[in-house]
């Protein structure tokens, strides 16, 4: 029976050329769609892989994420810690060179009175990130200067570092002493920055002087006030005022008015008063030079402009210059 229903369409198909155009068209899309199934679950399965993929990348940029904002502080200390570490790194030389550095030490040793006698610079030596130049210096004055000097020279925004230090008293007369220190200064890499962060910083403040000075025998003698230890240069003569035959000077000061008589101790140098006219002031000095005391003059003068006669109620006589501030009568008892 199946072997006649085969015949039978086999028949038909051979009698009938649309029948056989159908079943052509029928098994064509057969195949179009048996096809198309198969794409399309090939195009799924690649689709879901990816999706899971896609899912998977989220979390582990989720998690990612978490590990970085856990790393925020530590970053946060890294760049404090880097800026900190440019910041001492330009400290090392503060943008200077060794011919400022000296010059800095000659400048503030002479304010301070002192004497340098000696001054080496040793070798450079190569650290790792930085160089080291020790300085070998020896300097002679008196203790209280030596110490005001040395604590206003280790404070500068440069990087400074005593290696060793000696005191020896140069002789019980002179109350001179002589300081032997090895400094170590520094140097970093060229190019560096100044740092931002040195504008916040506030102002040193004055070193203070000490007259204190352990290389000296007790003595119950006060030490000198007012302008006893102003260097010379610093002092102006504005008068001069004669009384019972003695003479003395009128001298100026950072806008305070002193008078000073023969034998008054002046200035840094072991300055002594030993002459006063109307015109100058004489003082001898005593300097310690080359290993042995030199003696030397030293004149105050009176200004320029002209200077007139002023007499006070007992009859004695005052000169001053053009330039003295009124009521020099009353001011000249003030002095030291």
């Known amino acids: 029976m199946r072997r006649a229903s085969l015949a039978e369409w086999q028949a038909l198909l051979q009698r009938s050329a649309v029948l056989r155009a159908v079943l052509v068209l029928v098994l064509a899309a057969t195949v179009v769609v048996v096809g198309y199934q198969v794409s399309l679950r090939e195009l799924y399965e690649n689709h879901r892989a990816y999706a899971l993929l896609e899912q998977e990348l989220q979390e582990k940029l989720v998690a990612r994420e978490g590990q ?90 440069r990087l400074l570092n005593v290696a060793r230090l000696e005191l020896l008293a140069v002789d019980e007369r002179s109350g001179l002493v002589r300081a032997k220190l ?89 300055g002594v008063v030993v002459r006063i006219d109307a015109h100058q002031v004489e003082v001898h000095e005593r300097l310690y030079i080359a290993g042995g005391w030199q003696e030397r003059s030293r004149f105050l003068a009176l200004g320029k402009g002209a200077h007139g006669e002023v007499r006070d109620d007992d009859e004695s006589v005052v000169e001053r210059g053009s330039d003295a501030p009124a009521g020099l009568e009353a001011d000249a008892d003030a002095g030291v």
């Open 68 to 157: 970085a904002a856990e790393l925020d502080p530590e970053r946060q200390a890294l760049n404090d810690d880097e800026q900190r570490l440019s910041r001492e790194r330009w400290r090392l030389a503060a943008g200077e060179g060794v011919s400022e550095l000296l010059d800095q030490l000659a400048v503030s040793g002479h304010q301070h009175g002192l004497l340098v006698e000696r001054l080496d610079v040793l070798e450079e030596r190569q650290q790792t990130g930085y160089r080291v130049m020790p300085l070998d210096i020896i300097v002679v004055g008196r203790y209280p200067a030596l110490r005001a000097w040395l604590e206003q020279w280790l404070q500068q925004v």
């Open 182 to 270: 090895q400094v170590h200064a520094y140097a970093a890499a060229p190019g560096l920055a100044v740092p931002v962060s040195l504008a916040d910083e506030p102002a040193r403040q004055a070193v203070s002087a000490r007259q204190f000075d352990p290389f000296l025998a007790w003595t119950s003698q006060v030490a000198p006030r007012g302008i006893g230890r102003v260097p010379l240069e610093q002092l102006e003569m504005v008068g001069s005022l004669s009384r019972a035959g003695q003479r003395h000077a009128l001298l100026r000061s950072a806008g305070h008015l002193y008078r000073v008589a023969v034998g008054d101790r002046l200035g840094r140098d072991e």
